[in-house]
């Protein structure tokens, strides 16, 4: 295990944004996305860091990239951090395994969700509608339900708090009929790719979200993440049953944690165990595993896309 990151500060480079998780520096014409080890649950973001999750985040997202960049291609121009500039070079001890050099994109304001399975927000809409985002369900369905064929949920990006779940007509009037037409397609093509090659390694992506831009020409592309515990809801197959939701390959033990501890959802936020953090750290690392074969520690001393 690898000491935990929680901020970055690099010298020489200028940060133009801190997410949640993410650290984002200027490097030329190009940017550089920093995974930090933050983790934040109910908008919170919690003490202490889970180490090596930024890690995680940053090498299962090169491995999705590679393996569908016939499907969309994707931002990424170096993941190898000696490679890249010296600016960035020189903080190889900092960044290396959890820093991307990327393609600067005209970010498209919209949330592309894709939901195999009916749970979380879904579900919740389901039962109160008998509808998903715009698409009508059959009545009687069971939680985790599978849905074939899956569904297209957009979202709005919120700056604060949580996203709004939209149809595609509503979409449509954010970026244009056309342009939404191309994120739903390719959308589902991804997520279709990417849960039968899931399932080969017993892992069930109940569902995920993707966020795309746009180049200099116009073309689409693939950016911020892509298949990530972070982005995605990872479920064991064999776990899986209808009627219950399953326990995922995410933060939500974090969130399980927080809610026994009867904390109210107002900062400040409870610090957390540390059996919860080791815990936390050990379900990252399985999930990156299962899902690229490889181990995360070999992955960082070889960022190959």
């Not at 985002?133 to 939680?143: F, R, S, T, V, Y």
Request: glycine fraction near 6%; proline fraction near 6%; include cysteine.
């Amino acid at each position: 295990m690898t000491t935990a990151l929680a901020t970055t500060d690099l010298d020489g480079l200028r940060c133009v944004s801190r997410g949640k998780v993410r650290d984002i520096y200027e490097v030329g014409n190009d940017l550089l996305l920093v995974a930090t080890d933050r983790v934040s649950a109910y908008d919170a973001i919690l003490d202490p860091p889970i180490p090596d999750k930024g890690c995680v985040l940053t090498q299962i997202s090169l491995f999705w990239f590679a393996t569908l960049k016939d499907v969309v291609p994707h931002h990424v121009l170096e993941a190898d951090v000696e490679k890249m500039p010296s600016a960035v070079a020189k903080h190889a001890d900092v960044l290396r395994g959890r820093a991307l050099l990327v393609r600067k994109l005209s970010m498209l304001p919209v949330e592309c969700v894709a939901r195999g399975y009916l749970v979380g927000s879904g579900w919740k809409d389901y039962k109160a509608s008998g509808a998903v985002c715009g698409h009508a369900l059959p009545a009687g369905l069971a939680q985790a339900a599978r849905l074939d064929p899956p569904l297209f949920t957009p979202a709005t990006k919120a700056e604060t708090g949580h996203d709004e779940n939209i149809d595609i007509e509503r979409a449509g009037q954010i970026i244009g009929m056309e342009r939404a037409r191309e994120l739903e397609a390719k959308t589902l093509e991804l997520y279709a790719r990417a849960r039968e090659i899931a399932a080969e390694r017993g892992v069930i992506i109940a569902d995920t979200k993707l966020e795309f831009g746009v180049d200099q020409d116009g073309q689409l592309v693939l950016g911020d993440e892509a298949f990530t515990p972070d982005s995605s809801r990872f479920w064991d197959i064999a776990e899986w049953r209808e009627g219950q939701s399953p326990k995922s390959f995410d933060k939500q033990l974090v969130r399980d944690w927080l809610d026994a501890s009867g904390w109210d959802h107002e900062p400040p936020a409870p610090r957390l165990a540390p059996e919860i953090v080791a815990q936390t750290t050990a379900t990252y690392r399985e999930i990156f595993t299962r899902i690229t074969g490889r181990d995360l520690d070999d992955a960082v001393a070889d960022p190959t896309f």
